[in-house]
């Protein structure tokens, strides 16, 4: 028996939650550089010369005993050190 009535179809459920939108993961070509291995040791101190410093005060010493003499010369010029010479009275 038939009573004009029918049903609806039933339709496919719609999930309703808000979705996420997708998230970009760029894809990585190269691995990322390596970097050296730390190590706990502290590097040792470089070794300084002493080349350089002992020239640099030896010539310090040169133009100072230089300019020692150059003004010793100029004083002695200035009092005129000359030795007076002696004459002999008869």
């Not at 459920?13 to 979705?19: E, N, S």
């Not at 691995?31 to 080349?51: D, E, Y």
């Not at 010493?61 to 010369?73: Q, S």
């Amino acid at each position: 028996m038939d009573t004009g009535t029918t049903t609806p179809p039933t339709l496919p459920t719609v999930d309703t939650a808000p979705v996420a939108p997708p998230v970009f993961v760029p894809s990585i070509s190269q691995p990322p550089p390596a970097q050296p291995p730390v190590s706990s040791v502290p590097p040792a101190k470089q070794h300084r010369s002493f080349g350089p410093t002992f020239g640099a005060i030896v010539i310090l010493l040169i133009i100072v005993v230089g300019a020692l003499y150059m003004w010793g010369a100029h004083i002695a010029q200035e009092q005129g050190t000359s030795v007076p010479v002696e004459h002999e009275s008869e």
